[in-house]
């Protein structure tokens, strides 16, 4: 075997029109199509149809409502060995192969939502008890891939991204502002084969307004000590998790996949869930 | 399982269907998921205050656009020699399945796509490398 999968992603209907090849070969776990690409063979908004082919491996192509491989999403996929053809509509402004349930390794499937929703909850409570900032709503748990022009985050990894609006309260006689904050996690397997996550960098946002500079000076200092905490609050959840190691690899899945999904088409939102993927040794 | 019964699954996406099962994105406090595109003040950018993990590797395939020499010299000289698109298809095909490997697939790629601009090219694309060509492409078992 040379390869572990192709994609064929065709403009027209029934393999027709113009088309973009694509592949992974037997090492690689994904191949970006970014807007760029797909725009050079006239496939932005118009995969009409694709063919995929693989083989030591399950194969997935996902096909993203926005640019930068999140949003809502068509999900093309082929069970390990052989070929299948697939007829799609809908947007299309970026797409991503990726591999999965590689044969000769098991693997752990865990939803991000449901691993750490509750304590991100409770760890930003605590944080913000006794201040005049709460959490406006819920999180958006989602991921972010490949990120380009990113001081502190690589193109070439994939990281959870956490997303909190924060509803800031002022005295009285002001008006209260909206804010948020983001942090985008990395998973790897150190040489032990254990999952562990590093937090990569924090974001903040401040709305609009005479206070947002005051606002923007507090809330920077907390949510810069908050990746130290965060870290050691994920960790501790990795740890106590059912999940045995030793792991060869960790990997991200868009939407929830917690089980392999073997021939099929499938619609989901990188905004609902991420599924985490642990393969064994 | 038959593209028959594949195509159906598909079909709600004509309504826009399909976004979360549960949420749909306004329900799940989507704020602004790139800063970048929101009125207002943002930070963070004092960068990572935590020690790096280990350098480690994520298997990711980047096709990128080789600048000057992306044709290989054997195709630039079917070019040179007025070849038929066929025969630059053939030849290409037939160098990737006597020996399949990522970089013969790297090289037929390149030129495979620059061919499959237009609907034309596609359609002889399409002809020769066909179920068979594609299967020795990905697991090898001889030329043509």
């Keep these: 075997v040379s390869l572990l999968a192709a994609a064929w992603l065709y403009s027209g209907p029934g393999e027709t029109g113009s088309f973009d090849l694509t ?37 997935n192509l996902a096909i993203f409502s926005n640019p930068d491989y999140t949003g809502s999403f068509v999900q093309l996929s082929k069970a390990a060995g052989g070929e299948q053809d697939y007829w799609h509509s809908g947007p299309a402004q970026s797409a991503l192969l990726m591999a999965s349930n590689n044969q ?14 509750a304590e991100w909850d409770n760890f930003l409570d605590q944080k913000l008890s006794g201040t005049n900032v709460s959490r406006e709503g819920y999180p958006l748990l989602t991921w972010q891939m490949f990120p380009q022009n990113d001081r502190w985050l690589s193109p070439d990894d994939i990281y959870l991204r956490i997303h909190q609006p924060l509803h800031i309260t002022m005295p009285w006689y002001w008006s209260d502002y909206s804010a948020s904050v983001d942090y985008n996690v990395l998973l790897f397997v150190d040489g032990s084969g254990l999952l562990n996550a590093w937090v990569a960098d924090y974001e903040w946002w401040v709305e609009p307004g005479a206070k947002a500079g005051k606002i923007g000076d507090q809330l920077d ?10 870290q050691t609050e994920i960790n501790n959840k990795l740890a106590l998790a059912d999940l045995a190691g030793p792991f060869s690899d960790v990997y991200l899945l868009p939407g929830s996949q917690l089980e392999p999904v073997g021939t099929t088409v499938f619609f989901g939102d990188t905004s609902t869930d991420v599924t985490i993927v642990l393969q064994h040794k | 399982m038959p593209m028959s019964a594949i195509s159906s699954f598909a079909s709600p996406a004509r309504a826009g269907l399909g ?9 799940v406090g989507r704020g602004p998921t790139s800063c970048e595109a929101t009125v207002g003040l943002r930070g963070g950018d004092a960068g990572p205050a935590l020690p790096r993990p280990p350098k480690r590797t994520h298997g990711v395939r980047r096709f990128g656009y080789a600048q000057g020499d992306w044709l290989p010299p054997w195709a630039r000289e079917q070019v040179d020699q007025d070849a038929s698109v066929e025969d630059l298809i053939r030849a290409a095909v037939d160098r990737a399945t006597s020996a399949p490997s990522e970089a013969t697939f790297v090289e037929v790629r390149s030129i495979l796509n620059e061919l499959g601009r237009t609907t034309a090219h596609t359609e002889t694309v399409k002809r020769i490398v066909n179920k068979r060509v594609r299967k020795q492409l990905m697991r090898g078992g001889g030329k043509r």
């Design chain 1, 104 to 117: 000769g390794h098991s693997e752990d499937r865990v939803s991000f939502q449901d691993l750490f929703r």
């Design chain 1, 221 to 230: 200092p907390e949510a810069r000590a908050g990746m130290s905490a965060l």
């Design chain 2, 19 to 27: 976004r979360g099962p549960t949420l749909s994105p306004l329900d």
């Design chain 1, 23 to 59: 592949g992974l070969g037997t090492g690689d776990r994904y191949a970006p199509i970014g807007d760029g690409e797909l725009a050079s063979r006239g496939l932005v908004n118009s995969v009409a149809s694709a063919t995929l082919d693989c083989t030591q491996a399950d194969i």
